[in-house]
């Protein structure tokens, strides 16, 4: 499933585990003398998508990341899965910072205790594979809702959200529920296509664990001025998605500056993950290790 494929799902919905096979790779080290003030992942649905899931995370470390996301790829995954998958990315040095996957969104008044309940559920595969965050989304715009329900609505069910995960803890960090746009481009029906608007319902449930997915190449088909946006609620973003415009492909091949984003995170002090989510227009390995390489060569120390 890609991002694409389940966003569209989701829309439908609010309508009606040193390794053999594995390869010796470099464990994820930083393929640097210079570190990134931040940590760097790999949104997984975007690479290697033809090869076994334990394999994917080889190459992944292959190219010197020491972080994956993941959506929802353990949903149908039996015990052995689950075993294989932490035996791999325990091999790998690699851990599992964030995972998407819920059917329901978080706009949507009908699917609201459905929504809690399968939350609930998430974190149980979420505790297998030590990891501690979870993207959200809103849904679609409902026709019968104003937009000023639909968002008291979002707001209502996050702090719902986050009384069910308050204080809990995976791996040894809060479980965190990260709130994300989806560009009207590509579901011009989702509710939540603006960064100010989701922030501001961040804002207003008002918890340390509900946060914002600031992904830049959405929010600069959708509304743009990036870095003003990075600079007045740095905290409240949680996490960071990164590919250029047009395309989704990597750093560098469309209209985003990415070294200037790169360097005012490093300005603002961000310590959450920066998660490449770009579709490589060359070999995948060499793009992972080169989008890395222009973060270190930016802000390095």
């Known amino acids: 499933m890609n991002r694409r494929s389940f966003t569209q799902a989701l829309a439908t919905a609010a309508l009606t585990a040193v390794a053999s096979p594995l390869q010796a790779a470099p464990v994820a080290a930083e393929s640097s003398s210079k570190a990134s003030p931040f940590q760097l992942s790999v949104m997984l649905w975007t690479v290697f998508t033809d090869l076994a899931f334990e394999d994917r995370l080889s190459k992944v470390a292959e190219a010197g990341y020491s972080n994956v996301e993941l959506v929802g790829e353990y949903r149908k995954w039996s015990a052995d899965d689950f075993a294989r998958a932490n035996t791999a990315r ?26 809690l309940a399968e939350l609930t559920q998430a974190l149980v595969p979420m505790e297998t594979l030590a990891c501690p965050a979870m993207i959200v989304l809103s849904g679609n715009v409902f026709p019968d809702l104003t937009r000023e329900a ?95 415009v047009p395309g989704r492909h990597e750093p560098g091949t469309g209209e985003i500056d990415y070294l200037n984003i790169y360097r005012k995170l490093a300005e603002l002090n961000y310590h959450h993950k920066v998660a490449m989510e770009f579709h490589p227009t060359g070999d995948q390995v060499e793009a992972l290790r080169a989008a890395k390489e222009m973060v270190v060569r930016t802000v390095g120390r």
């Open 150 to 244: 639909q968002h008291q609505i979002s707001i209502e069910t996050l702090k719902r959200a986050a009384a069910l995960v308050e204080g809990r803890q995976i791996d040894g960090q809060p479980v965190r529920l990260l709130l994300e746009c989806i560009d009207p481009e590509e579901n011009p029906k989702y509710f939540l296509t603006s960064a100010a608007e989701a922030i501001e319902i961040v804002r207003q449930v008002n918890h340390p664990q509900v946060q914002f997915l600031y992904d830049i190449f959405h929010e600069q088909v959708a509304e743009g001025n990036l870095i003003k946006k990075l600079e007045n609620n740095i905290d409240v973003i949680g996490l960071i998605h990164v590919a250029d």
């Open 90 to 115: 325990k091999r790998l040095g690699i851990k599992f910072d964030a995972t998407a996957g819920l059917a329901h969104g978080v706009a949507n008044p009908d699917t609201r205790e459905a929504f």
